[in-house]
């Protein structure tokens, strides 16, 4: 192989055959200039990576990423062999250090996956698809637009002197600032100049009913707690009480414990998904959950699952269920870390 072909396959790392053979990396040469703030209390990690591209006059958010690691010299032990792997841990450690935190500390406080229990291994790889514009495989959490609350921003601005992406904004399902009770707005992608920073004017409304359906269905307001909840409470530490709790409360209200399959379930059987199209909103139950009510085959629906155990349902599952069947005392209890209690109120 050429030393030109090797050039081309390494060119943000060095080589390791030898000195002469090293290639020119094409990033500019005011390195140490790098400008690096560190993130404010719950700035989602995109939005974070969007201001240093911003601050530091990068041409995209992948080259922002790659000035990290070779700032930090995360690039000497680069080899073919470790491939995108390789690349997708050094930027999630780059940003890391860039941060100031540990990897676990960035993933619990600036983004939303510690609530799912998803490692740093998978995280570090589902930044890197979207670093590069790769389309996230399914093992990987999706990719979603941005979204930001326009009575927040001059908050922001006034707290820490600038706009930045909440990561609560960010959360499945949730259309509605819950500070604000207002509708969020979504901006299209979260690599075009538009979404380094967070500006109301460049951002739409998801939908005009969002606003008042935050008031006229309580039940999204007890999901939106719940979800936020997740964030302090990832939800896989007490996913086996939460479950047998949730199937007490089903049995009392008739439900039926199988995953949804109609071909074994008596034809009247009430399913769990029933339950939530008399509670919540049609337009938000096919955004979050693709589910709509001429779906016949029920077992397909994940929000059926979270009565099989083992704690395979989407977290966005658990939080519906639990705002659909648990009462107050019940969910205040999950939101302070302990086990649902068995009493009612």
């Given at each position: 192989?050429?030393?030109?072909?090797?050039?081309?396959?390494?060119?943000?790392?060095?080589?390791?055959?030898?000195?002469?053979?090293?290639?020119?990396?094409?990033?500019?040469?005011?390195?140490?200039?790098?400008?690096?703030?560190?993130?404010?209390?719950?700035?989602?990690?995109?939005?974070?990576?969007?201001?240093?591209?911003?601050?530091?006059?990068?041409?995209?958010?992948?080259?922002?990423?790659?000035?990290?690691?070779?700032?930090?010299?995360?690039?000497?032990?680069?080899?073919?062999?470790?491939?995108?792997?390789?690349?997708?841990?050094?930027?999630?450690?780059?940003?890391?250090?860039?941060?100031?935190?540990?990897?676990?500390?960035?993933?619990?406080?600036?983004?939303?996956?510690?609530?799912?229990?998803?490692?740093?291994?998978?995280?570090?790889?589902?930044?890197?698809?979207?670093?590069?514009?790769?389309?996230?495989?399914?093992?990987?959490?999706?990719?979603?637009?941005?979204?930001?609350?326009?009575?927040?921003?001059?908050?922001?601005?006034?707290?820490?002197?600038?706009?930045?992406?909440?990561?609560?904004?960010?959360?499945?399902?949730?259309?509605?600032?819950?500070?604000?009770?207002?509708?969020?707005?979504?901006?299209?992608?979260w690599l075009t100049k538009d979404a380094l920073i967070p500006v109301a004017t460049a951002a739409s409304v998801r939908t005009p009913t969002t606003a008042k359906d935050f008031d006229t269905y309580p039940?999204?307001?007890?999901?939106?707690?719940?979800?936020?909840?997740?964030?302090?409470?990832?939800?896989?530490?007490?996913?086996?009480?939460?479950?047998?709790?949730?199937?007490?409360?089903?049995?009392?209200?008739?439900?039926?414990?199988?995953?949804?399959?109609?071909?074994?379930?008596?034809?009247?059987?009430?399913?769990?998904?029933?339950?939530?199209?008399?509670?919540?909103?049609?337009?938000?139950?096919?955004?979050?959950?693709?589910?709509?009510?001429?779906?016949?085959?029920?077992?397909?629906?994940?929000?059926?699952?979270?009565?099989?155990?083992?704690?395979?349902?989407?977290?966005?599952?658990?939080?519906?269920?639990?705002?659909?069947?648990?009462?107050?005392?019940?969910?205040?209890?999950?939101?302070?870390?302990?086990?649902?209690?068995?009493?009612?109120?």
């Amino acid at each position: 192989m050429s030393s030109r072909k090797r050039c081309a396959w390494h060119q943000f790392a060095p080589h390791t055959v030898g000195l002469a053979m090293q290639p020119t990396r094409r990033v500019p040469a005011a390195l140490p200039m790098l400008i690096l703030p560190k993130p404010v209390e719950d700035e989602f990690v995109l939005g974070y990576i969007g201001r240093l591209t911003h601050v530091n006059l990068s041409s995209s958010c992948f080259e922002t990423m790659c000035r990290l690691v070779v700032h930090f010299n995360l690039d000497q032990d680069y080899t073919p062999l470790r491939g995108q792997y390789y690349q997708a841990e050094s930027h999630l450690d780059a940003l890391a250090l860039t941060s100031g935190k540990t990897v676990g500390e960035l993933i619990r406080y600036h983004t939303n996956f510690d609530a799912e229990g998803l490692t740093p291994d998978v995280v570090a790889r589902w930044l890197y698809c979207l670093m590069r514009r790769r389309k996230v495989s399914k093992q990987y959490p999706e990719s979603k637009p941005p979204y930001l609350c326009r009575e927040c921003i001059p908050q922001q601005v006034r707290d820490v002197g600038f706009s930045f992406w909440h990561r609560q904004h960010q959360l499945d399902g949730l259309y509605w600032c819950p500070v604000h009770r207002t509708a969020l707005l979504a901006v299209d992608d979260w690599l075009t100049k538009d979404a380094l920073i967070p500006v109301a004017t460049a951002a739409s409304v998801r939908t005009p009913t969002t606003a008042k359906d935050f008031d006229t269905y309580p039940v999204l307001q007890s999901f939106c707690e719940m979800m936020m909840g997740f964030l302090r409470h990832p939800l896989w530490m007490s996913v086996a009480r939460i479950e047998d709790c949730l199937r007490r409360r089903a049995v009392e209200r008739g439900l039926s414990l199988g995953a949804g399959d109609v071909a074994r379930e008596p034809n009247d059987s009430l399913f769990l998904n029933d339950l939530a199209f008399n509670e919540c909103p049609a337009w938000w139950l096919d955004e979050v959950f693709g589910m709509r009510k001429a779906t016949a085959d029920k077992s397909r629906i994940a929000l059926n699952s979270v009565f099989s155990g083992g704690g395979f349902a989407p977290p966005v599952s658990y939080a519906l269920a639990i705002a659909l069947l648990l009462s107050p005392r019940e969910r205040a209890d999950i939101l302070d870390g302990s086990s649902p209690s068995s009493g009612r109120v």
